[in-house]
């Protein structure tokens, strides 16, 4: 008896575990999007650029700015990190 409610326990533990697994996907996405910014950021200010990342959010002319220099860059990275950024802005706005 002891050994089937161990079983019953162990069920109702995984379950849970899959339930906050799926539940921390979208804190995934965010904490990914984070890290593009960052990186998005430090690679401008490794130009001699700085932005501000509030007013990136809030004004889409501002940010379609940056975006475009960043997609100009000679820097592939700068490049690849605007192009996560746009697509991320893009797919919110949908």
């Not at 050994?3 to 979208?26: C, D, F, L, R, Y």
């Not at 999007?33 to 990186?39: I, Q, S, T, Y």
């Not at 940056?66 to 605007?82: D, G, H, I, Q, V």
Request: proline share 3%; aromatic share 8%; net charge negative.
């Amino acid at each position: 008896m002891f050994s089937s409610q161990h079983k019953v326990i162990n069920m109702q533990g995984q379950t849970e575990h899959s339930a906050q697994a799926n539940a921390s996907v979208p804190e995934a996405d965010e904490r990914v999007l984070l890290l593009e910014e960052v990186n998005f950021k430090w690679l401008l200010a490794g130009m001699g650029l700085w932005i501000d990342m509030v007013r990136f959010h809030q004004d889409p002319v501002y940010a379609a700015r940056f975006l475009a220099l960043a997609e100009a860059s000679e820097s592939p990275a700068l490049r690849k990190c605007a192009a996560a950024l746009q697509g991320k802005k893009e797919s919110a706005c949908q």
